[in-house]
C-alpha cells in the first residue's frame, strides 16, 4: 500500500512538473497577443492622446488585459515617484520586475528593453514609429510562440506523467 501510493505521489508530482512546463508554452503567446494590444494602445494615448508618458502609460494600464497590466502602472509610478527619472529608466526598472514574473523569454526582453531606451526621448512621431517597430517584432515573437505552444504542451504535458510512470517502472 506504501509503494503504491508512493507511486502515484511520483506520477502526480512529475505530471505537475510538466503541466507546469506546458503551461509557460501556452501562456507566452497569450501574454505576447496582450502586449501587442497594450503597445497599440499606448501609440493611440501618445499620437491622437498627445498625452504625457506618465499619463499615456497609467491610461494603458488601467484598460489593457491585467497579465501586462503591471508592466505599465509600474512604470507610470516610477514616472510618478522619482523626481527626475527618465520614461527609459522607469520602463526598465518596470521590465525587470514584470519579466522575472512573466512567460516572455529573452528575445522577447531584447523588444521590450529597445522600445524602452526610445520612450520619452525624442517627438510623438519618433516614438510611434519605434512603437510600431516593437508591436511587429511581437507580432512575429508571437506566431513563433503559437507554433512552440502547439508543438510543445501535449509533449510535456504526456512527457510528465509518462517520465514519472518511467521512473515508477524502474524503481519497482
Request: a positive charge; glycine letters at 8%.
Amino acid at each position: 500500500m506504501i509503494k503504491l501510493l508512493g507511486a502515484a505521489m511520483v506520477v502526480a508530482s512529475s505530471g505537475i512538473g510538466g503541466m507546469t512546463v506546458a503551461g509557460r508554452y501556452s501562456r507566452r503567446p497569450r501574454e505576447l497577443k496582450s502586449l501587442g494590444y497594450a503597445l497599440q494602445m499606448l501609440e493611440t494615448e501618445i499620437s491622437y492622446g498627445a498625452n504625457h508618458m506618465k499619463v499615456a502609460l497609467e491610461q494603458v494600464a488601467n484598460r489593457c488585459d491585467q497579465a501586462v497590466a503591471p508592466l505599465f502602472s509600474r512604470a507610470a509610478a516610477e514616472l510618478s515617484a522619482a523626481a527626475g527619472i527618465t520614461a527609459a529608466a522607469a520602463w526598465e526598472n518596470s521590465l525587470c520586475a514584470y519579466y522575472r514574473e512573466s512567460a516572455l523569454n529573452p528575445q522577447d526582453l531584447i523588444i521590450l528593453r529597445s522600445l524602452g531606451s526610445s520612450l520619452g526621448i525624442s517627438d510623438r512621431a519618433d516614438q510611434v514609429k519605434h512603437l510600431n517597430l516593437a508591436m511587429e517584432q511581437i507580432k512575429s515573437e508571437n506566431a513563433k510562440a503559437e507554433g512552440e505552444a502547439a508543438r510543445n504542451v501535449k509533449l510535456w504535458n504526456y512527457l510528465g506523467f509518462l517520465g514519472g510512470l518511467l521512473v515508477v517502472l524502474i524503481l519497482y
